[in-house]
């Protein structure tokens, strides 16, 4: 308790290392959470650092881990905990034959493989999706048009005839000169008609758009699609509906085509629908093709389930293995190299734990079989203001990190988190006793 009441006395050093063995000197320094680097290269640019390159690098791996998290998540996968963090920390970073460059070299090698791999799936998937949706569409196309065609047609056409009988008994003596031969009349009666799929969404404005471009010269059906089609690109289900719109003229044939395209719907080309075996044979073909067309969707699905389900069980360690590189790297960027091969860092350092440093320092020498010794050495005074550093526990970690939202004490100066320990709780039941 006497340790947190003031903060750890620091000592400034001075770090020389091997360019080579830097890495892992700092990997094990790391780990020892004693020591804090001062920045030699305030002059630098971060583009301008030693170790930029190996910067981007990570950052690229990590925008293909974020890749590989987001396509787990559309199958719903859990990421695996492989282990604690301190667990991780105690693993070696790399061994005697590797370094931290061919470290990052392997890790990209293998994530560039799974990155080309998936997208390379995601690519079918779109395509297979959208071809699947368009053997949907048409199927549903053909099915309501010629339940139309079997079934509101006919009534129509008796609704006009019987309308158009009593008008023509009624003007039968004065108009009868103007009657043309009843073949043409049939023939003027033909109209030509667009079939498609809309989102069901822009069903009313898709309406009201075609109503006020031909002035209401058209006649327009709909009919719902009960099974929402997937977007091939965002993977969502929407609705969608079936039109079909009677026109008589070429110019509202050219202005529908433009609706069409503006409301993104599909139009279909479909046969005469009074040649009922050309209808059903087209939908017995469509329909061949539509179980051909789920079946390679369904294949292509498990394969990249299988595949991101792989990925989900590597993901976190890959993670923290990118952001410890990445944390190497921007630490040795602030480091000096005042010599050819060597490097020169200086930092504060816990005075109880300048053995531990030095130790580590030479270890790390000594596993990469380095004839150039290191050096871990105290640099004259004066020295720049020293951090606050408290030794905290599971306990009183809280209350520390209570009182430094505040503001962080001062080097050796009295840590007002040991009263707050003691005061905070009763001061906060007290505050749920004013509520009676």
Request: charged content about 30%.
């Amino acid at each position: 308790m006497s340790r947190w009441f003031r903060s750890e006395p620091m000592e400034y050093v001075s770090l020389i290392v091997n360019d080579d063995a830097a890495h892992d000197c700092l990997a094990d320094l790391g780990k020892l959470s004693v020591i804090q680097f001062t920045d030699l290269n305030p002059d630098l640019t971060p583009f301008q650092r030693r170790y930029v390159g190996y910067v981007r690098r990570c950052d690229e791996l990590e925008r293909k881990l974020r890749f590989f998290s987001h396509e787990c998540d559309k199958f719903e996968l859990t990421i695996d905990s492989v282990a604690n963090v301190d667990e991780f920390l105690a693993t070696p970073v790399t061994s005697k034959q590797d370094s931290g460059a061919q470290l990052l070299e392997s890790l990209e090698v293998e994530l560039e493989g799974y990155e080309s791999q998936l997208r390379e799936l995601n690519s079918y998937s779109e395509k297979l999706t959208t071809e699947y949706n368009e053997k949907v569409e048409l199927q549903e196309v053909l099915e309501k048009a010629r339940r139309f065609f079997m079934t509101d047609a006919p009534r129509l056409a008796v609704s006009e005839l019987t309308t158009g009988g009593q008008q023509s008994r009624r003007g039968e003596g004065r108009n009868e000169s103007l009657i043309e031969p009843e073949g043409n009349s049939d023939m003027d009666m033909r109209f030509s008609s667009i079939t498609g799929v809309v989102a069901s969404d822009e069903r009313v404005r898709f309406e009201r758009m075609i109503f006020r471009a031909t002035r209401g010269n058209c006649f327009v059906r709909f009919a719902e699609i009960k099974q929402p089609i997937t977007d091939p690109r965002s993977g969502e289900l929407v609705e969608k509906s079936v039109f079909i719109v009677f026109y008589k003229s070429l110019a509202i044939e050219s202005k529908l085509k433009k609706i069409c395209d503006a409301f993104s719907a599909h139009r279909y080309s479909l046969p005469d629908m009074d040649d009922a075996p050309a209808v059903d044979r087209m939908l017995t073909e469509n329909a061949q093709e539509l179980v051909d067309s789920r079946t390679v969707l369904l294949k292509n699905q498990d394969t990249r389930y299988r595949l991101c389900q792989m990925l989900a069980k590597h993901i976190e360690k890959w993670t923290w293995t990118v952001l410890r590189e990445k944390t190497i790297y921007h630490t040795l960027n602030m480091f000096k190299a005042d010599v050819s091969g060597m490097l020169r860092g200086e930092g504060w350092i816990i005075s109880e734990s300048v053995g531990r440093v030095r130790e580590a320092v030479n270890k790390a020498h000594a596993n990469m079989d380095m004839a150039m010794p290191s050096l871990v050495e105290q640099v004259p005074k004066p020295w720049p203001t020293p951090p606050t550093h408290f030794h905290v526990n599971k306990f009183t970690s809280g209350y520390q990190e209570f009182v430094n939202t505040y503001g962080i004490p001062r080097y050796r100066e009295a840590n007002p988190a040991l009263f707050t320990a003691g005061t905070f709780p009763f001061l906060f039941g007290v505050m749920y006793g004013d509520i009676g």
